[in-house]
Every structure is written in structure tokens, then in C-alpha cells.
């Protein structure tokens, strides 16, 4: 049985879900525009020696409302994980993050590695950040860090989230159509459709939360980051180092990148970077690709960790077939075939 709890850290008070389990402990990290409740059916099938926990990141879900600073990275989101661990007294646990929940992970894992038995990336940010960077080794395309951050994020879809929009009206902006179309791929719907989606309106919104705060720009797409919320916080600007730490790690553990084969906000081409959109003539005053070239978040992806597997750690990748940004949960069984074969190695 899954339990919604609380628990006050020394840093801020999470609202967590529980799985009672025999030996383990999971914990599963969310992404941007959701929350724990994304994780409950894969909770509900995994094998009972595992205790799951799955917290609401701060700025998401019915964890307490602070402010994430952006200028730290990933560093607030890290810090409340490790405060996580120690007010749960979990000395040493396996890792999983979707998304921006991944990208929070690789600061995590990077700072904290002994506390580390295995990592899974699901379709995860880039270590690199999202937007505005290119080439597999995240080379800033301007260097304000143009199209990164909170600028880029639709306003009309902001307003629907505030809103509380359950509609399909608009079909560029609606959540429930953004989820419908990019979360996973269509015409599939989970039949947990109206939970999911009460995770997303839940997200916590405003200059410093969600979308966060922006600046104006001299280079395409002519905003760059602010200092806020966790848009800002996923900002190449912020995440410089992040990559060499997480590679650097003292401690080793084996990673297992899965992901699905038709994502279409993480990848090479995502319909949310503002290269691949300009280039689709989408955006005005496009530079051309030389200049601002889609982000290779997948390609970044992969260099770091076959850099990570330099230092003698070891990370298996998977592909899963007619899925897209959320695997496990358009395919749990078969996601779970792969990542309980990883988890008992």
C-alpha cells in the first residue's frame, strides 16, 4: 500500500510517497510539470524488497513552498534530497530521476556518491542544462546563455496552468493537450489521466518559482536566464561543472539510461528548444545553425556518461520502441523488465 507522507527536514518540509518494503530503498525523483504521483503505478508493481520513496520536489506537489535559487544549480533540489535521506535515516539507497528530475540527480550523484547504490536517468535533462548550448560537450551558443531558462517558457501555457485550465481548448497550449501530445506518445492516455494532470496544475507558479524570472537578451532568442524558480535552476548557466563533478564522482555506482525512442522534449530535435524551433522557421530572426544549432541533449547525454565510464563506473542505455518522454508510464511492464534486471545486479 502506497502512504502519503511528511516529514521536516533541516532544510524544508516534503511531502513524500511511501511503499513499505523488505531491504531496499528506491527513491524516485520527478520531473518539471509533475510530482510523486507520477511514480505511484510503477510504485504499486515493483518488487516488494524495495522500499519506494517518491517525494514532491521543492516548487511542486505539497511540499512546503520555498523559493529555488537558481544561481546554485541544481544545488537546492540536491541538498533537499540528501536532507531527505538523512531525516529518513537512509545511509545508502537506489536513485532514479524522469526529466528535470534527472538532471537533479547528476548534481546529486556528483556531491553525495557514497550514498549512491545505482542510478537510473529516465529520458533525462541534459548534464549540460536545457537550451542554448551545442555540441556534445555543451558549448554555450551565446554567452549570456541565451534561450535558457525562463524566458523560454510558452505564456500561455503558464496562464492555463494559473488558470487551473482541464480543458483541451487550445490545442498549442491546454496542459492536458501538452501532456496528451509530449508526455507520452499519441493516441496513447493513461488512465490515470485526471491524477497526472492534478500533478502538473500543482506545480507551484510565479517569477520565482515556475516559470522563474528572465532577462532580455542582445542574442537569439533574445531572452537569457534569471535567478529563480527551476527553469532557471536547468539554465547551462548555472550547471557549469556540474558534468565534470558528476564524471569525477569518488564513489562509483552503475547507471542505466532508459529512455523513449520518440521523445520529443528531450532529444536532438526537441519541440521546446528554441534552436530546433527557429529552425523550423517557428521563431523569427533565426541565426542560422551554425550559430544556434538544436540542443544534442541526447548526444550530451551519452559523451557524459561514457566519460563517467572512463573512470570505471559502468551505464547501460536503452531504447524503448513507440514510447516517448515517459516510458514507465506508457509501457510499465516492459520498462519494468529492464529496470528490475538493473536494480538486482
Request: glycine residues 10%.
Amino acid at each position: 500500500m502506497i502512504h502519503s507522507k511528511f516529514v521536516q527536514t533541516n532544510r524544508i518540509k516534503i511531502h513524500y510517497l511511501e511503499r513499505e518494503g523488505d531491504r531496499d530503498v528506491l527513491f524516485l525523483i520527478h520531473g518539471n510539470g509533475s510530482s510523486s504521483s507520477f511514480w505511484k503505478e510503477l510504485m504499486e508493481k515493483i518488487d516488494t524488497q524495495y522500499r519506494i520513496i517518491a517525494p514532491d520536489m521543492r516548487g511542486y506537489g505539497d511540499t512546503e513552498d520555498l523559493i529555488t535559487d537558481a544561481t546554485k544549480g541544481f544545488g537546492d533540489f540536491a541538498e533537499d534530497i540528501h536532507s531527505l535521506l538523512e531525516a529518513l535515516e537512509v545511509e545508502k539507497a537506489h536513485f532514479a530521476g524522469h526529466s528535470l528530475g534527472g538532471g537533479m540527480l547528476y548534481a546529486y550523484a556528483g556531491k553525495y556518491s557514497e550514498t549512491v547504490k545505482s542510478l537510473t536517468l529516465v529520458n533525462p535533462a541534459s548534464p549540460y542544462g536545457f537550451g542554448g548550448t551545442k555540441g556534445e560537450t555543451g558549448i554555450p551558443c551565446n554567452k549570456d546563455f541565451s534561450g535558457s531558462g525562463g524566458g523560454v517558457v510558452n505564456p500561455e501555457f503558464v496562464a492555463r496552468l494559473k488558470a487551473g485550465d482541464r480543458t483541451d481548448e487550445d490545442q498549442s497550449a491546454s496542459p492536458r493537450v501538452v501532456m496528451n501530445t509530449f508526455y507520452w506518445k499519441p493516441p496513447f492516455v493513461p488512465a490515470q489521466i485526471e491524477e497526472l494532470l492534478d500533478g502538473l496544475l500543482n506545480q507551484k507558479l510565479g517569477e520565482d518559482k515556475y516559470p522563474g524570472d528572465f532577462v532580455a537578451s542582445d542574442f537569439y532568442p533574445y531572452v537569457a536566464p534569471g535567478k529563480l524558480g527551476p527553469m532557471n535552476a536547468g539554465s547551462p548557466k548555472y550547471l557549469q561543472g556540474m558534468a565534470e563533478q558528476f564524471i569525477e564522482a569518488e564513489q562509483k555506482f552503475p547507471v542505466l539510461w532508459i529512455r523513449g525512442a520518440e521523445d520529443q522534449i528531450v532529444s536532438n530535435n526537441s519541440f521546446f528548444d528554441l534552436g530546433t524551433l527557429g529552425k523550423m522557421g517557428a521563431i523569427p530572426n533565426y541565426p542560422g545553425e551554425e550559430i544556434f544549432p538544436p540542443q544534442p541533449m541526447v548526444d550530451q547525454t551519452r559523451y557524459v556518461l561514457k566519460e563517467f565510464e572512463k573512470t570505471g563506473a559502468s551505464f547501460t542505455e536503452i531504447v524503448m520502441e513507440d514510447t516517448a518522454h515517459s516510458p514507465f508510464i506508457e509501457k510499465p511492464n516492459e520498462f519494468l523488465s529492464h529496470f528490475e534486471k538493473f536494480l538486482s545486479k
